[in-house]
């Protein structure tokens, strides 16, 4: 039977209506068609390459929410999307979920933070974004702005959920990413975080800055995303952060040397206190301040001694023991001088021993009987740049040996400082400045 005209062109427009409203049925996780109402300011993109992904990338975690309840979710970009099936072997032991579309900006993690992130009710998130809104022409402003927004939205759900947040990665020019904008989007982040303590922000544009403030191409081959490598490279820097915040198991056996005893017990801060600051340092404190009043680091003045025998972090939470480490938490105000020594004093000569790892960039030292010894991430912060043996983001063995005086100081075996002076008497201490330290295996020998 022949269809009249007239009906057939109802039955086209009545099966293009059901085919809508199916479409909008399968697709709840779709981008939404206009920006009216949504939060934040500059970019959603919409090139039908990236909504095919961004709603096949979440109505695939739809289906997948309730296995991945409890994870450490990584939440950014095609960066973190390009971790793949890796990320999990990246981080032995951790249940995680990654939660990265290429592509996406800051506007639209901000969109899907509920449903992709909270909803999950994570353990932590580590947060890498920023970079595509500035192939968008967003302003630094606007990307912080967004950022603003998806920190208050976490602190809104559980201002105890740890954000571990990556400095935008160093691209090039050519990706119209220049330096200078990527530099003012992390100087935008870092004021933003400043003192909010469930922020940690790691410092991974100096892990892959190749000196001029670009990508390292052996690391970036396209000068935008991360070869394998790379990826190793950025997990090495995250780890010793995730330990720290008790969401990677450790297992770390030891045996103690003979003659040797601990300084640091591994599970609280007995033996360990603040002593008062000393005017050499009050002094340095008010001329940094004097000089340079926007970047000088915080430096809290010590009037008291004060031992924190017990305690498994200091009140203030700036050192904390955590799974067998002494660990110099990264402050909140980027860089915050703070020193923690022990109340006993050593007159004998000794050999003090003990492992240390530094977050990139990170800068602290190591006090015996008053004088620093520099113990950062060396091969970013130096001063000690050109040793062979020293191991970033990863444990490196300290070795001072005190003798009538004169302390002679060694990394994985280098010599660092061959005779130092030191007083007769005095404390072992160790700083904390920007960044996060751990020190662990804290051991003496007196001679």
């Known amino acids: 039977m022949k269809v009249p005209h007239c009906c057939l062109r109802f039955l086209l427009v009545l099966s293009f209506s059901f085919a809508a409203y199916a479409e909008t049925e399968r697709s709840p996780f779709a981008i939404p068609e206009t920006d009216e109402g949504l939060p934040g300011e500059g970019t959603i993109r919409r090139y039908e390459w990236f909504r095919n992904l961004w709603e096949g990338r979440r109505s695939a975690w739809a289906k997948s929410a309730e296995a991945d309840r409890g994870a450490v979710v990584f939440l950014g970009d095609s960066i973190t999307q390009g971790w793949g099936g890796a990320l999990g072997a990246a981080f032995p032991g951790m249940k995680v979920a990654n939660r990265g579309i290429s592509g996406d900006t800051t506007r639209g993690v901000l969109i899907r933070l509920e449903e992709d992130v909270l909803s999950l009710a994570p353990s932590g998130i580590v947060l890498l974004i920023g970079t595509n809104d500035l192939d968008e022409d967003g302003t630094p402003e ?124 591994g599970y609280d801060l007995t033996g360990w206190g603040y002593e008062v600051t000393s005017q050499k340092d009050i002094a340095s404190a008010a001329k940094w301040k004097a000089a340079d009043p926007e970047g000088a680091a915080e430096w809290p003045i010590v009037e008291e001694p004060v031992a924190f025998d017990g305690l498994a972090e200091s009140p203030d939470g700036r050192f904390a023991a ?50 620093q010894l520099q113990c950062r991430d060396y091969a970013l912060a130096g001063p000690y740049e050109d040793l062979k043996n020293y191991n970033p983001q990863g444990w490196n063995d300290l070795e001072i040996t005190v003798r009538d005086g004169v302390a002679r100081c060694l990394c994985n075996g280098e010599v660092l400082e061959a005779g130092m002076q030191v007083p007769d008497t005095g404390s072992i201490g160790v700083e904390g400045d920007r960044g996060q330290m751990e020190y662990r295996r804290i051991r003496l020998k007196e001679l």
Request: glycine letters at 6%; a negative charge; one cysteine or more.
């Open 142 to 265: 606007i990307i912080a702005g967004n950022l603003k927004l998806i920190l208050e939205a976490i602190a809104a759900y559980d201002s105890e959920l740890p954000v571990v947040l990556c400095e935008v990665f160093p691209s090039h020019a050519s990706k119209n990413r220049p330096t200078e904008l990527i530099q003012e989007v992390n100087e935008r982040y870092r004021k933003l975080v400043k003192g909010n303590e469930q922020v940690l922000v790691l410092d991974t544009f100096e892990l892959f800055d190749d000196g001029s403030g670009d990508a390292i191409p052996e690391l970036f081959p396209d000068l935008l995303h991360l070869n394998e490598a790379g990826y190793a490279k950025w997990a090495a820097a995250l780890r010793p952060i995730l330990e720290g915040l008790e969401l990677l198991p450790v297992e770390e056996p030891f045996a103690l040397e003979e003659g040797f005893e601990y300084l640091f017990n």
């Open 322 to 371: 955590v799974n067998g480490r002494l660990v110099v938490r990264i402050p909140s105000s980027y860089r915050k001088i703070q020193q923690l020594h022990t109340t006993r004093q050593f007159s004998k000569d000794f050999v003090l021993r003990m492992q240390f790892r530094a977050s990139p960039f990170a800068d602290s030292g190591v006090y015996v009987r008053g004088p």
